[in-house]
C-alpha cells in the first residue's frame, strides 16, 4: 500500500479543520471500502483522518416522529436497532442484504453512502475508465456489463452504484447532514449522488472538505406497508441485478402513497419518480402496477449484456407492489 | 511508524507499525498468530474473521492503527464446544477457511442471542427466532469455504446451538 499520514480526529471540529488543511486527504471509518481501494491504489490520499472517535453513534427520535442517524453507526446496529426494526423495517431489510454480518460490523452508516462502485473495470488499473482516470474510455462499453446500469448512465460510464441501504434511504425521503468549515449543510438523498454525465468521476455534490454527521428520516407513512426485495446471482452476499425498496398504501382500492426506489440499474440510488406518477390514485391492480414499472423503464438504455435488467426490473417491480398489496389488505 | 498497543487474546502487545499495515498481517507477520488466515485479502472470503470486543470484523480490511485499544480475539484464543463439532460433523475439508468460520460462528450465535434479525427473518422485529438451516447459512454467508464443507458447517453450529439453548 502506499504511505499516508494518519491522523486521528477527536471531534467534528477538528476533523473538519484537518480536511480543508490537507488537500487530497481521506476521511476513514469502518474502511470496508477504502482499505481495499488503497490496496489497489485506486485511492492515494497523502493524509488519512480517522473518525471513527467521533460521537456520531447514535440513532435517536426527533420530536416529529422520524429519527436520526449518526454518521459512524455501524451498519449491522442500525440493521438490528428497535427505532429501526419497528418503524422502518425496509430500512433493515435493505441493510441486511447487503456485504456480509463481518462487513456491517464494520461500515458506517455515512460511509455506505459514498462507497464507490464495485465495477469490475473500475477496479482492473489495466483498464479504461473513466471514473478512475477522466478521459481514459470506458471498457465496460462493449465489455462485460452484466452488472452494469440501464437507467441514468452515460456513453462514459455504465458503473452502477452498489448500496442496498441507500436505496431503502431514497425511498424512506432521508437528509444528508454535513460538515464543514463552512458550516451545516442539510441536502436529500435523492440529490446526493450525481449521475455521470461527461465526468463520471464526480460522485456526489459533497465538496472535499464535506463530512457526513447524519442522516435523518421523516416519519414513516402512517398506515402504508414497505418492503425491500434484492435479486441477486447466488443467494446471499452479492450486489444486486436489480433491487426495489417500495412503500405502499392503498385506500378504496386507489394507491394512496407509494414510494418507489430501484437498486443495481443505475449510478445512484434511483427514485422512480416516473413511476409513483403512474401509480398515485390509480386503482392497485397488477395492470396500474405494470403501467408503472413501464413509466419508469421506458428511458432505460440496454447494452447486450445487462438487457435482461430491464424486463427483470418490470417484473421485480410488479411482485413487490403485488406482495405490498397482499401485505396491506391482510393488515 | 505509530506505536500502538494491541490487546490480543486478552495479552496486551505493543508494536510499531506503519498506519497501513492491515490488522491481518499485525497480527500474522508481526505477532506470529498465523492461525488467522489470509485468503482473498479483500473482504471477500471471511478467511480473516476475528472477533473486536466480541463483534466479527474482516481483519484484512481492518488497518491496525484503528483498534489499539480494542479487544480482538483470533481463534488463538478460541476454546469452544464450536471446535469440536466442526471435526464432529467434518464441517472442513482443507482447513484454510475454518479458523474463520470459527471466530464467525462464535459471534454471529452471540448476535443471535441478542436478537439479530438476518436478511431471511421475514419481520425484522420478530423476537425469538428459531436457527434453522437457512438463519445459519445466511448469517454464515460472510464465509466461504472452497472445498464445499457447508453442510457439515451448518450441522455443527446448529448442534452448538442446540446444545446452548438447552443448557
Redesign the interface.
Known amino acids: ?6 491522523l486521528r480526529a477527536p471531534d467534528v471540529a477538528t476533523a473538519v479543520r484537518a480536511i480543508s488543511a490537507e488537500p487530497g486527504a481521506k476521511f ?1 471509518g469502518g ?2 471500502n477504502l ?2 481501494l ?2 489497489e491504489d485506486i485511492e492515494q490520499p497523502g493524509t ?1 483522518i ?1 473518525i ?1 472517535g467521533l460521537p456520531l453513534t447514535g440513532v435517536e427520535e426527533l420530536p416529529d416522529g422520524g429519527i436520526r442517524i449518526g454518521a459512524l453507526v455501524r451498519n ?1 446496529h442500525l ?2 436497532h ?1 427505532l ?3 418503524r422502518y ?1 425496509m430500512l ?2 435493505a441493510i ?2 447487503g ?5 456491517r ?2 461500515a458506517t452508516t455515512g460511509g455506505n453512502l459514498l462507497q464507490r462502485t464495485r465495477c469490475l473495470y473500475f477496479y482492473d488499473g489495466a483498464a479504461a475508465c473513466n471514473k478512475r482516470e477522466p478521459g481514459s474510455g470506458c471498457d465496460a462499453i462493449g465489455g462485460f456489463n452484466r452488472q452494469h446500469g440501464v437507467l441514468g448512465v452515460s456513453d462514459d460510464c455504465l458503473a452502477t452504484h452498489p448500496s442496498d441501504m441507500c436505496v431503502a434511504l431514497a425511498a424512506l425521503d432521508a437528509t444528508v447532514e454535513t460538515r464543514s468549515e463552512h458550516g451545516v449543510r442539510r441536502i436529500p438523498l435523492v440529490d446526493l449522488h450525481r449521475l455521470p454525465g461527461t465526468t463520471p468521476h464526480r460522485e456526489t455534490v459533497l465538496a472535499a472538505d464535506e463530512l457526513i454527521t447524519a442522516i435523518e428520516l421523516p416519519p414513516p407513512p402512517s398506515g402504508a406497508v414497505s418492503r425491500y426485495r434484492k435479486v441477486r446471482d447466488r ?3 452479492a450486489f444486486a441485478l436489480v433491487s426495489v425498496a417500495a412503500v405502499l398504501k392503498v385506500r378504496d382500492g386507489s394507491v394512496s402513497t407509494v414510494r418507489l426506489a430501484l437498486g443495481g440499474v443505475a449510478p445512484k440510488p434511483w427514485r422512480a419518480y416516473a413511476a409513483e406518477r403512474a401509480l398515485l390514485a390509480a386503482p392497485a391492480t397488477e395492470e396500474s402496477f405494470t403501467r408503472a414499472a413501464e413509466a419508469e423503464l421506458t428511458a432505460a438504455t440496454a447494452r447486450p449484456g445487462n438487457a435482461f435488467k430491464i424486463e427483470l426490473a418490470r417484473r421485480t417491480i410488479v411482485a413487490t407492489l403485488r406482495d405490498l398489496l397482499a401485505e396491506g389488505s391482510a393488515a | 511508524m ?1 506505536e500502538i498497543h494491541l490487546r490480543v487474546n486478552g495479552v496486551t502487545r505493543s508494536l510499531d507499525l ?3 499495515v ?1 490488522l491481518l498481517d499485525a497480527l500474522r507477520e508481526r505477532l506470529d498468530l498465523t492461525g488467522t488466515k489470509k485468503g482473498c ?3 471477500a472470503c ?1 478467511a480473516c ?1 476475528v472477533l ?1 470486543d466480541g ?4 481483519s ?4 491496525a ?2 483498534y489499539a485499544g480494542r479487544e480482538i480475539t483470533t481463534i488463538e484464543g478460541v476454546a469452544h464446544p464450536l471446535q469440536a463439532a466442526f471435526v464432529r460433523h467434518d464441517g472442513l475439508q482443507c482447513g484454510y477457511c475454518t479458523s474463520g468460520q470459527i471466530c ?1 460462528a462464535l ?2 450465535l452471540a ?1 443471535h442471542r ?6 431471511v ?1 421475514g ?3 420478530a423476537t425469538g427466532v428459531e436457527l434453522s438451516r437457512a438463519e445459519i ?3 454464515m ?3 466461504l469455504c472452497r472445498c464445499g464443507a457447508y453442510n457439515g458447517i451448518v450441522s455443527a453450529i446448529q448442534e452448538v446451538a442446540e446444545m446452548e439453548t438447552a443448557r
Open positions: 500500500m502506499r504511505p499516508f499520514t494518519y476513514i474502511g470496508t482499505v481495499d488503497l490496496r488519512v480517522d471513527t449491522s440493521a438490528a428497535r429501526v426494526t419497528t423495517p433493515s431489510q441486511l442484504s456485504a456480509s454480518p463481518q462487513l460490523n464494520m443467494a446471499s452476499y | 505509530v506503519e498506519p497501513w492491515s485479502d479483500q473482504g471471511g474473521t473486536a463483534e466479527r470484523i474482516n484484512c480490511l481492518a488497518l492503527v484503528q464467525s459471534a454471529m448476535e441478542a436478537g439479530a434479525p438476518s436478511a427473518t419481520d425484522p422485529a447459512a445466511e448469517r454467508s460472510g464465509n
